[in-house]
Protein backbone atom coordinates (compact mmCIF):
# COMPACT_ATOMS: atom_id res chain seq x y z
CA UNK A 1 0.00 0.00 0.00
CA UNK A 2 1.10 3.62 -0.83
CA UNK A 3 2.70 5.43 2.13
CA UNK A 4 3.25 8.78 2.90
CA UNK A 5 6.66 9.46 5.31
CA UNK A 6 6.75 12.80 7.41
CA UNK A 7 9.05 13.78 10.90
CA UNK A 8 7.53 13.61 13.64
CA UNK A 9 8.55 17.04 15.02
CA UNK A 10 9.96 20.31 13.45
CA UNK A 11 11.03 22.80 16.04
CA UNK A 12 11.50 26.47 14.64
CA UNK A 13 12.06 30.48 16.21
CA UNK A 14 9.79 32.79 15.69
CA UNK A 15 10.18 34.71 12.49
CA UNK A 16 12.12 31.82 10.87
CA UNK A 17 11.03 29.49 8.42
CA UNK A 18 10.19 25.82 8.99
CA UNK A 19 9.92 23.40 5.64
CA UNK A 20 7.88 20.17 6.65
CA UNK A 21 8.71 17.30 4.45
CA UNK A 22 6.13 14.47 2.91
CA UNK A 23 8.02 11.44 0.95
CA UNK A 24 6.18 8.69 -0.80
CA UNK A 25 6.94 6.84 -4.17
CA UNK A 26 6.78 9.17 -7.35
CA UNK A 27 4.75 11.81 -5.20
CA UNK A 28 5.38 14.40 -7.66
CA UNK A 29 3.56 12.49 -10.36
CA UNK A 30 0.25 13.01 -7.60
CA UNK A 31 -1.49 16.00 -6.07
CA UNK A 32 -0.35 16.81 -2.53
CA UNK A 33 -2.39 18.26 0.16
CA UNK A 34 -1.45 20.05 3.51
CA UNK A 35 -3.59 20.72 6.31
CA UNK A 36 -3.21 22.48 9.55
CA UNK A 37 -4.78 21.06 13.17
CA UNK A 38 -4.16 22.95 16.08
CA UNK A 39 -5.20 21.11 19.34
CA UNK A 40 -8.73 20.12 20.23
CA UNK A 41 -9.52 21.45 16.88
CA UNK A 42 -10.51 19.97 13.27
CA UNK A 43 -8.47 20.27 10.40
CA UNK A 44 -8.45 23.04 7.75
CA UNK A 45 -6.80 22.67 4.48
CA UNK A 46 -3.49 24.91 3.88
CA UNK A 47 -2.68 23.43 0.54
CA UNK A 48 -4.33 22.51 -2.66
CA UNK A 49 -2.93 20.72 -6.11
CA UNK A 50 0.77 20.99 -4.12
CA UNK A 51 1.18 24.66 -4.23
CA UNK A 52 -2.46 26.58 -4.31
CA UNK A 53 -3.36 28.12 -0.99
CA UNK A 54 -7.52 28.52 -0.44
CA UNK A 55 -8.64 31.92 0.22
CA UNK A 56 -8.27 33.12 3.44
CA UNK A 57 -5.19 31.09 4.06
CA UNK A 58 -2.00 33.48 5.05
CA UNK A 59 0.71 33.74 2.13
CA UNK A 60 3.61 32.57 4.36
CA UNK A 61 2.34 29.39 3.97
CA UNK A 62 3.46 27.52 0.89
CA UNK A 63 3.75 24.62 -0.75
CA UNK A 64 5.75 22.37 -3.22
CA UNK A 65 6.33 19.14 -5.34
CA UNK A 66 8.69 16.99 -7.17
CA UNK A 67 10.01 13.87 -7.18
CA UNK A 68 9.71 11.70 -3.79
CA UNK A 69 9.08 14.52 -1.94
CA UNK A 70 6.53 17.38 -1.25
CA UNK A 71 7.40 20.25 1.31
CA UNK A 72 5.29 22.85 3.08
CA UNK A 73 6.98 25.95 3.81
CA UNK A 74 6.22 28.36 6.66
CA UNK A 75 8.15 32.08 6.56
CA UNK A 76 7.83 34.62 9.37
CA UNK A 77 6.92 31.60 11.79
CA UNK A 78 4.05 32.63 13.90
CA UNK A 79 3.23 31.11 17.75
CA UNK A 80 -0.02 30.91 16.16
CA UNK A 81 1.05 28.53 13.89
CA UNK A 82 2.37 26.09 16.06
CA UNK A 83 0.32 22.83 15.40
CA UNK A 84 0.19 19.43 13.68
CA UNK A 85 0.23 19.35 10.11
CA UNK A 86 -0.43 16.49 7.89
CA UNK A 87 0.11 16.15 3.86
CA UNK A 88 -2.25 13.91 1.93
CA UNK A 89 -2.09 12.36 -1.58
CA UNK A 90 -4.28 9.89 -3.35
CA UNK A 91 -3.12 6.67 -4.45
CA UNK A 92 -4.57 5.77 -8.42
CA UNK A 93 -3.49 2.62 -7.83
CA UNK A 94 -5.76 1.31 -5.36
CA UNK A 95 -8.05 4.77 -5.33
CA UNK A 96 -7.35 4.92 -1.75
CA UNK A 97 -6.90 8.45 0.07
CA UNK A 98 -3.27 8.36 2.31
CA UNK A 99 -2.40 10.64 5.05
CA UNK A 100 1.33 11.15 6.38
CA UNK A 101 1.34 10.23 9.62
CA UNK A 102 1.63 14.37 10.63
CA UNK A 103 4.04 16.49 12.10
CA UNK A 104 4.44 18.61 15.23
CA UNK A 105 5.40 22.54 14.77
CA UNK A 106 6.67 23.67 17.79
CA UNK A 107 6.92 26.89 17.70
CA UNK A 108 10.24 28.06 20.35
CA UNK B 1 -21.72 29.29 5.62
CA UNK B 2 -20.76 25.51 5.20
CA UNK B 3 -21.24 23.30 8.40
CA UNK B 4 -20.81 19.48 8.62
CA UNK B 5 -22.17 18.52 12.24
CA UNK B 6 -21.58 14.65 12.55
CA UNK B 7 -23.45 12.95 15.53
CA UNK B 8 -24.08 9.19 16.28
CA UNK B 9 -21.19 8.63 18.33
CA UNK B 10 -20.79 7.39 21.77
CA UNK B 11 -19.64 4.11 23.73
CA UNK B 12 -20.36 0.23 22.32
CA UNK B 13 -18.71 -2.66 23.24
CA UNK B 14 -16.92 -4.52 21.50
CA UNK B 15 -18.80 -6.23 18.64
CA UNK B 16 -21.38 -3.90 18.77
CA UNK B 17 -22.51 -1.35 16.41
CA UNK B 18 -22.95 2.59 15.97
CA UNK B 19 -24.23 4.18 13.19
CA UNK B 20 -22.95 7.72 12.42
CA UNK B 21 -24.13 10.87 10.50
CA UNK B 22 -23.16 13.88 9.51
CA UNK B 23 -25.96 16.67 8.08
CA UNK B 24 -24.38 19.32 5.64
CA UNK B 25 -25.06 22.99 4.83
CA UNK B 26 -24.00 26.02 2.99
CA UNK B 27 -22.93 23.91 -0.19
CA UNK B 28 -24.30 21.97 -2.42
CA UNK B 29 -23.89 18.85 -0.93
CA UNK B 30 -25.12 16.12 -3.84
CA UNK B 31 -21.85 17.81 -5.77
CA UNK B 32 -19.55 16.66 -3.68
CA UNK B 33 -18.05 13.43 -2.42
CA UNK B 34 -17.91 12.76 0.72
CA UNK B 35 -15.68 10.91 3.16
CA UNK B 36 -15.23 9.70 6.82
CA UNK B 37 -11.79 9.95 8.64
CA UNK B 38 -10.76 9.29 11.75
CA UNK B 39 -8.07 9.84 14.69
CA UNK B 40 -7.30 7.76 17.44
CA UNK B 41 -6.71 9.37 20.77
CA UNK B 42 -3.23 11.21 20.43
CA UNK B 43 -2.23 9.60 16.66
CA UNK B 44 -2.81 10.87 13.14
CA UNK B 45 -5.76 11.33 10.45
CA UNK B 46 -7.18 8.07 9.15
CA UNK B 47 -9.09 7.47 6.08
CA UNK B 48 -11.61 5.58 6.23
CA UNK B 49 -14.35 5.33 3.31
CA UNK B 50 -15.16 7.67 0.83
CA UNK B 51 -18.61 8.05 -1.60
CA UNK B 52 -19.21 9.47 -4.79
CA UNK B 53 -21.23 12.81 -5.03
CA UNK B 54 -24.11 10.09 -6.69
CA UNK B 55 -23.21 7.27 -4.77
CA UNK B 56 -22.63 4.82 -7.18
CA UNK B 57 -18.65 4.87 -6.09
CA UNK B 58 -17.57 3.52 -3.04
CA UNK B 59 -13.81 2.59 -1.26
CA UNK B 60 -12.96 1.84 2.31
CA UNK B 61 -9.69 1.50 3.48
CA UNK B 62 -8.60 -2.20 4.50
CA UNK B 63 -8.91 -1.57 8.53
CA UNK B 64 -12.90 -1.17 7.98
CA UNK B 65 -13.68 -3.22 4.73
CA UNK B 66 -16.37 -5.68 5.50
CA UNK B 67 -17.13 -4.20 9.10
CA UNK B 68 -18.36 -0.34 7.65
CA UNK B 69 -20.85 0.68 5.27
CA UNK B 70 -21.03 4.35 4.16
CA UNK B 71 -23.73 6.03 2.30
CA UNK B 72 -25.58 9.40 1.70
CA UNK B 73 -29.02 10.55 1.17
CA UNK B 74 -28.46 13.68 -1.00
CA UNK B 75 -32.54 14.82 -0.47
CA UNK B 76 -32.16 14.93 2.92
CA UNK B 77 -28.15 16.59 2.38
CA UNK B 78 -26.71 13.98 4.71
CA UNK B 79 -23.50 11.11 4.88
CA UNK B 80 -23.99 8.54 7.31
CA UNK B 81 -21.60 5.62 8.39
CA UNK B 82 -22.99 1.67 9.27
CA UNK B 83 -20.09 0.49 11.87
CA UNK B 84 -20.63 -3.32 12.68
CA UNK B 85 -18.30 -5.52 15.13
CA UNK B 86 -16.76 -2.88 16.64
CA UNK B 87 -13.16 -3.16 17.73
CA UNK B 88 -11.41 -1.66 20.32
CA UNK B 89 -8.76 -0.14 18.00
CA UNK B 90 -11.53 2.01 16.17
CA UNK B 91 -12.06 4.10 19.11
CA UNK B 92 -10.95 7.65 17.33
CA UNK B 93 -12.61 11.12 16.92
CA UNK B 94 -14.61 10.23 13.51
CA UNK B 95 -14.94 13.46 11.18
CA UNK B 96 -16.84 13.76 7.81
CA UNK B 97 -15.24 15.91 5.18
CA UNK B 98 -16.06 17.25 1.51
CA UNK B 99 -14.10 17.28 -1.30
CA UNK B 100 -14.74 17.62 -4.79
CA UNK B 101 -14.12 14.11 -6.25
CA UNK B 102 -11.86 11.29 -4.84
CA UNK B 103 -8.39 12.36 -6.04
CA UNK B 104 -9.16 15.79 -4.89
CA UNK B 105 -8.35 17.87 -0.98
CA UNK B 106 -11.01 17.85 1.96
CA UNK B 107 -12.13 21.29 1.60
CA UNK B 108 -14.51 20.99 4.32
CA UNK B 109 -14.76 19.16 7.65
CA UNK B 110 -16.95 18.69 10.85
CA UNK B 111 -16.22 18.98 14.37
CA UNK B 112 -16.19 15.16 14.92
CA UNK B 113 -18.05 12.89 16.82
CA UNK B 114 -16.04 10.25 19.20
CA UNK B 115 -16.74 6.70 18.85
CA UNK B 116 -15.26 4.66 22.49
CA UNK B 117 -15.13 0.98 21.76
CA UNK B 118 -14.47 -0.61 25.26
CA UNK B 119 -16.20 -3.30 27.84
Known amino acids: SYELTQPPSVSVSPGQTASITCSGD??????ASWYQQRPGQSPVLLIY???TRPSGIPERFSGSNSGNTATLTISGTQAMDEADYYC???????????FGGGTKVTVL | QVQLVESGGGLVKPGGSLRLSCAAS????????MSWIRQAPGKGLEWVSY????????YYADSVKGRFTISRDNAKNSLYLQMNSLRAEDTAVYYC????????????WGQGTLVTVSS
Open chain 2, 97 to 108: AGGAGANTQFEY
Open chain 2, 26 to 33: GFTFSDYY
Open chain 2, 51 to 58: ISSSGDTI
Open chain 1, 26 to 31: KLGDKY
Open chain 1, 49 to 51: RDS
Open chain 1, 88 to 98: QAWDSSTEYVV
